[in-house]
């Protein structure tokens, strides 16, 4: 059975400073890996999409990698802002019956002024 | 076209009551899924439709009922829900393959009293 984890499980750092968010997956037949950002009570965000022979992708002041034969990926944000505060949600697509995606836990982010 | 639309945004309803959650798109993704969602938690998997066929259920109860009536089109039916079946509800689409992300709408908040 696929899981996925997240660490931390929150973070709160200063303003303007570059940061990691980590995800790992317990099985590598995946078919990508997403990251999503989510703000309280509202939807999910697509940030960005890793097709599972990529090795990264950029968007701006954010950097997602994989690493698929070890089962891991880290979301780099640089320079972070206060509106980057948000909980960050990794995700596996997985082929189980149908195509479905398997979410970490998040991580609750905060960037303080 | 982008998005993913639900209606409503918020819904209160009682024990007794019958309504209907909405979910719409016009991306031409052929796969559209029910997630639940409570409060700092994952998504949780409710249902799949694939090419507007039931094709994951996981094991949801059933006062939930599902409807796919066309390829842009997902309803969720609500029939006696208990107090515990308050929560976020999400609707997300995707393309069947291996290439294609999930595009996400903002949710209705449903509070069951």
């Known amino acids: 059975k696929q899981e996925v984890t997240q660490i931390p499980a929150a973070l709160s750092v200063p303003e303007g400073e570059n940061l990691v968010l980590n995800c790992s997956f317990t099985?590598?037949?995946?078919?990508?890996l997403q990251w999503f950002r989510q703000d309280p009570g509202k939807g999910l965000t697509s940030l960005l999409l890793?097709?599972?022979?990529?090795r990264e992708q950029t968007s701006g002041r954010l950097n997602a990698s994989l690493d698929k034969s070890s089962g891991r990926s880290t979301l780099y944000i640089a320079a972070s802002q206060p509106g980057d505060s948000a909980t960050y949600l990794c995700?596996?697509?997985?082929?189980?019956?149908?195509?479905?995606?398997?979410f970490g836990q998040g991580t609750r982010l905060t960037i303080n002024p | 076209d982008t998005e993913v639309t639900q209606t409503p945004k918020h819904l209160v309803m009682g024990m007794t009551n019958k309504k209907s959650l909405k979910c719409e798109q016009h991306?031409?993704?052929?796969?559209m899924y029910w997630y639940k969602q409570k409060a700092k938690k994952p998504p949780e998997l409710m249902f799949v439709?694939?090419?507007?066929?039931?094709?994951i259920n996981e094991s949801v109860p059933s006062r939930f009922s599902p409807e796919c009536p066309n390829s842009s089109l997902l309803n969720l039916h609500l029939h006696a829900l208990q107090p515990e079946d308050s929560a976020l509800y999400l609707c997300?689409?995707?393309?069947?393959?291996?290439?294609?992300?999930?595009?996400f709408g903002s949710g209705t908040r449903l509070t069951v009293v």
């Open positions: 890793i097709q599972s022979s990529q």
């Open positions: 099985d590598s037949a995946i078919y990508n």
């Open positions: 991306m031409g993704h052929r796969a």
């Open positions: 997300a689409s995707s393309q069947p393959g291996r290439i294609y992300g999930y595009t």
């Open positions: 995700a596996v697509t997985i082929l189980q019956g149908a195509q479905k995606l398997v």
């Open positions: 439709y694939s090419y507007e066929k039931l094709s």
